[in-house]
């Protein structure tokens, strides 16, 4: 799937060279502005099976995403949710080969550059593929907040499991520094009304567990 992914870009690239006389580059409208752009690969709330091995027990795997038109370069973070560290890495291309331990869960971002303009692109997880795992933790779960303009708000969260067996959330939520436990051991996966202060910064964290009680944890900060 990758290399496929790769040879359409390449023949895109292709297509799009020839036909002019002129070395200038083709105008921008003026914008000078970052395009948006997406992650391709690895797959997001997958196992990732197409690492090359780097002994036994880490993989070597080539990151993806498509182009931020007038991005210079690309900001990589990877996560490894089982121990937390982080790791920060760049490219001025759309790709980037990175050694991982196998048998791991990762989140990873790409942040476009261009001047002292940014744009950041979704989260994605998967695994590294290792030794077979009898049960997986769940990813961490995706929250979305909404501005009901009552002075309220929405708050949304999905999360997957490579098992399927999701059973529950513990859902905090509260300013920064004065979180609350509002939903314990609960099956839903909102909020509908959650009554806000204009200016004042508030988190939501989400604890998602499955029936192994594999646990994972995510955070989002908001403002209206």
Known sequence: ?????????????????????????EPNNGTNELGDFNLIFPDNNLVCTEGTDVGT?????????????????YEIQITNQDSGNVINTSSTTTE????LPKNTQFSWTVTAIFGDQSKKSEQWNFYSEGIAVENYAPFPANITVEDNNDNTVKISWTAEDLDNDLKNYDVYVGESNNMELLLESTEDTSI???AITSGTEYTVK??????????SSSLKTFEY
């Open 96 to 99: 980037k080969t990175v050694t």
């Open 1 to 25: 799937m990758k290399t496929a992914i790769k040879l359409f870009i390449g023949l895109i690239l292709l297509s799009s060279c020839g036909g002019s006389d002129s070395d200038s580059p």
């Open 206 to 215: 989400v604890i998602s567990r499955d029936n192994n009680n594999n646990t």
């Open 57 to 73: 027990s880490e993989t070597a795997i080539e990151f993806l995403w498509s182009t931020a038109e007038n991005a210079t370069s």
């Open 192 to 194: 509908n009304s959650y």
